[in-house]
């Protein structure tokens, strides 16, 4: 199945466009982060209260959100295992005497003929928040890093690596913008979304820098931008199908997925389309921005030294 055959779209002629849109993005991004005053950081990075229930009889997980929404009780989350679902909640919301109370008297209005068991109620501190922290940084840090080198060693120059990694950035950074836009929790699925984007992205821009430089052993003598253009052109298909199948699969998460997905299909959404983005026009732009300076700056040293010997 073919949904376009060929295409000869000029991307390099347009790249300023597209830096400005992407800037744009970015600083809408910032923008954003200013006016809603930072993440909001869920349970895994804030610590809170911890409650761990048995039910006489197995209760759907969705019944039991719907019953603490009703009372008040919002920013938590749930887990479940058979009888047993445990609620944890943020240290800031509720104290934990409260939320104690509060939960006993949501699933006894909720719950009449089906009593609870509290088996354990525990404290969860800030501490397991900042090495949570920590964690996501070293993840993202040392993801960047390993990118680098594999893309570097890959395509045998630096520049392509940091091209790509920049697209990455790109992406994530944006990304994070949506969900401090959407006032989402920040937890570990949301780490691992981003870090899902990255892997995504990534693949993306190494299937096109493969057939660039493909492309260029066998026009040597052909122009740097025209080559790009071509092998653009020449994967533009692959690219949207691909994406557009995972754009597919995110949107069933994200509608159907239920609570538990909504975020992580909220970021794949956004990154699906992100990740096409940066590889066209960010990554590539890149990478034919600095040749073509390198290139200048060569042919003015070469005018120079022959000025010189004059």
Known sequence: MQIFKSTNIDFIENRRKFFFISAMMLLLTVFIFIYRGGPNYGIDFTGGVLMQTSFQQEVKLQDVRFALERNNINSFELQSSGNAVMIRVKKDLITREEFESSVKGAIQEAFPNNSMTIDRVEYVGPSVGAYLSKQAFYAFFFAFIGMIVYVAFRFKSWLWGMASVLGIIHDVVISFGFVIFANKEVSITVIAALLTVAGYSINDTIVLFDRIKENLRFSTKEDFGKVINT????????????????????????????????????????????????????????????????????????KKGYANSK
Request: proline share 1%; net charge positive; with cysteine.
């Open 231 to 302: 092998s653009i052109n020449e994967v533009l298909a692959r690219t949207v199908v691909t994406s557009l199948t995972v754009f597919m699969v995110a949107s069933s998460l994200f509608f159907f997925g239920g609570e538990v997905l909504h975020t992580f299909s909220y970021i794949m959404l956004i990154g699906t389309i992100l990740g096409v983005f940066s590889t066209l026009f960010i990554c590539t732009p890149i990478v034919y921005e600095w040749e073509q300076r390198k290139k200048n700056r060569l042919k003015v040293a070469v």
